[in-house]
C-alpha cells in the first residue's frame, strides 16, 4: 500500500550521535543503508534508543527459532497491514529462511488451515491471529502451543506479536515508504 510519508525519515550526512545509534540498529557490517523505518524513528533518538533493546532481543533471540520467529511475524504484519515490515522481513528474513512463496501468500490472504502449513505453524498463525483480533487465547490454543513450546517461548512469541504491533502503528502513522528491495504484499 502506498502512503504518504507524513514523518521524513532522516538523511545523510547524520550527527554522529545519530550515526551510531542507526548503526546499532543494522546488523553488524550490514551492506544495506539504514531502513527508512529506523533513520523515522531516529527522528526521536531517546524513543529509538528506549526500543532498539527490545527489537535487537527479539530478532537475536535463541528461545524461538528463528523460522517460527518469522511466520508470527508475517501473519502479525499482515494482519496489521504493515506492508514494509512484513516486505523487509519477507526478503531478509523469511525466504532465507525457507518460508516459501506460498506460506508467505498465506500469511497476507490465508489462514492456518491452508496446507503449507505445519501443525506448529498452524498454531503460531492461530496465536497471531487471536492476539491480534481479541489480545488474548483461547486454553485449547494455549494447550496446542504447549505441544511445542514451553512457557519461555510462548511469553517470547507474544511479546514478539505486541512489538509487530507498534511497528505497525508507526509505520501506518509516519507513512515510512518502503525500502526498494523489500517484497510487497502478494497479489490475490
Known amino acids: 500500500m502506498s502512503r504518504r510519508v507524513r514523518i521524513a525519515p532522516l538523511e545523510p550526512p547524520y550527527q554522529p550521535e545519530i550515526q551510531r545509534l542507526l548503526a546499532k540498529w543494522m546488523p553488524p557490517g ?19 534508543a528506549r526500543m532498539r533493546p527490545l527489537g535487537a532481543g527479539i530478532l537475536g533471540g535463541r528461545i524461538v527459532a528463528p523460522r517460527a520467529r518469522e511466520v508470527l511475524i508475517a501473519r502479525t504484519c499482515a494482519l496489521c497491514c504493515a506492508e514494509y515490515e512484513w516486505g523487509v522481513h519477507a526478503a531478509a528474513f523469511a525466504k532465507p529462511l525457507g518460508l516459501t512463496d506460498e506460506q508467505l501468500y498465506s500469511t497476507v490472504h490465508g489462514g492456518p488451515d491452508d496446507a503449507c502449513w505445519n501443525t506448529q505453524q498452524r498454531n503460531i498463525i492461530r496465536l497471531a491471529d487471536d492476539l491480534h483480533h481479541t489480545s488474548a487465547i483461547s486454553d485449547e490454543l494455549f494447550d496446542d502451543l504447549r505441544t511445542d513450546f514451553d512457557d519461555q517461548q510462548i511469553l517470547e ?23 526498494p528491495w523489500a517484497a510487497p504484499f502478494p497479489s490475490v
Open 30 to 48: 550490514s551492506p544495506v543503508a539504514p531502513l527508512a523505518l529506523f533513520r523515522t524513528l531516529a527522528v526521536h533518538d531517546e524513543l529509538a
Open 157 to 179: 512469541l507474544t511479546a514478539t506479536a505486541g512489538w509487530y504491533h507498534t511497528i505497525a502503528y508507526i509505520i501506518g502513522v509516519a507513512g515510512v515508504a518502503a525500502e
